[in-house]
């Protein structure tokens, strides 16, 4: 793929030379093939063949690896696939990581950056500016991409991304998947429209993708006007259809009506998925904050502070927001906001499992007397 290589290396025999734990990170999620086809996204990915950066955030659960993968799929460039992991949070590692992924579309590729690796004392700019010097040298289009880089914390590490970013070299196209917004300095890019930011509105499906999803992928037998229920309530999550068509899947047609008819998101895989996935990985701070925020169905933050006592409103919901905890703007009211509805849902049900009663009735009791000054 380098100028100086005629043909890519065998991506087979590179591979079974990695370590185990570490090849098996190295490639995009499969892809099914009844899966539905974000055909209107995929054209907005590519509608700039000269853009080379691209954002995906979304909370949990809102496809954003299947979308990648389906775009380079049909992108059908070599692609360096990196899936990170909190051990990856060191900048030697990290670019090892990257390192291996580039391995298995050209060997020869990034040399100088590897010979650089077995160096001590390195440090993580230099080690991405020999990666930019070595990326400069191809002439042959590829992709590289990082998942998961809301793992990443290390500042050194993010200084050089930003490099990276800069300088980023002709013949590279660069993905990061992330269920937070990066701390890139990502604004002048896309001012500039070098990148394109896909964020959870974009992701969510429409009605015609969830009727597709419902039919083809969950194979469930329901009339549209069910479909538009189930909708309305998951909002597009993919992975709350998931787990409404898990709920359904045995259930006799009487039984189906009757759950439909009764569904207001507290489905208890949902309630388990969105605990393990994202309100356990939280801080105490923020979950005590979403927990107790849960009681109100809008909310700001001067609001938020009379609910928790707690004068961190503002801080909180901005930390909620870049960190795509659920939370949605609400459209022409300013600084206003509403958790999914399956998430607000999770959110109230594991409340009620934290505080006693008497605590829940203060802190519907606060949200009155500030509704009412207000």
Known sequence: ???????????????????????????????????????SLIARLSDDPERRLTVITAPAGYGKSTLAAQWVTQLALPTAWVKLEATDDEPQTFF??????????DRDLAAGTAALL??????????????????STTTRSFVLVLDDYQVIEAEAIHRAMDLLLQRLPAAARLIL???????????????????LLVAQSDLQFSLE????????????????????????????????????????????????MQFIQEFVGSVELGDQYLWEEVLERQPEEVRSFLLRTAVLDRFNASLCDAVTAAGTGDELLRHCERDNLFILPLVGQGTWYRYHHLFADALREQLGRTICEEEIAGLHQRASAWLEAN
């Open 177 to 195: 998947i992330s269920r937070t917004t990066p701390p890139l300095r990502l604004a002048r890019l896309q001012t500039s429209g070098e990148l």
């Open 96 to 105: 090892e990581l990257i390192l291996n992924a580039l391995k298995l579309i």
């Open 1 to 39: 793929m380098s100028s100086s290589a005629a043909l890519p290396a065998d991506q087979t025999e590179i591979a079974t030379s990695l370590p185990t734990l570490t090849s098996t990170r190295l490639y995009p999620p499969r892809l099914r093939t009844n899966l539905v086809e974000r055909s």
């Open 209 to 256: 993708e969830t009727l597709q999803y419902v039919h083809t992928y969950l194979d469930l037998d329901l009339t549209p006007s069910e479909v538009e229920v189930i909708h309305e309530r998951t909002e597009g999550w993919v992975t709350g259809l998931q787990l409404v068509g898990s709920a359904l899947h045995g259930r006799t047609r009487d039984q189906t």
């Open 118 to 135: 077995t160096q001590d004392g390195r440090d993580a700019e230099e080690i991405v500016q020999q990666l930019i010097e070595d990326l």
